[in-house]
């Protein structure tokens, strides 16, 4: 195959070139879109985690009241008997 005046060898090394060169740029823009994300997630972590542990605080106090109310009136009924 020629290809103005370039050999088979040519070409094809050109091509492989030119295809090495592309996956490159694709990997190395996965890694730049993986950074961004990573950082965006770290930010809404930052953001939401506060939030997250003031709903877990409230969800475990209510749970331990629920838990003392019901332990109190077992053993009552436990008594009664």
């Keep these: 195959m ?4 370039l050999g ?3 070409v094809i090394g050109g091509l492989v070139a030119s295809y090495a060169a592309f996956f ?4 190395a ?3 730049r879109l ?3 994300i990573d ?3 770290d930010a809404l972590d930052a953001r939401l985690s506060p939030q997250f542990d003031g709903v877990d605080g409230r ?5 331990k009241s629920l838990d003392d109310r ?5 053993v009552r009924q436990q008594i009664k008997r």
Aim: no cysteine.
């Design 59 to 63: 969800l475990s106090a209510e749970i």
């Design 2 to 5: 020629q290809l103005r005046g």
């Design 34 to 36: 993986d950074r961004k």
């Design 70 to 74: 019901l332990s109190t009136q077992i």
């Design 29 to 31: 823009s996965i890694h």
């Design 39 to 41: 950082i965006k997630i």
């Design 24 to 27: 490159a740029w694709v990997v």
């Design 8 to 10: 088979d060898r040519e």
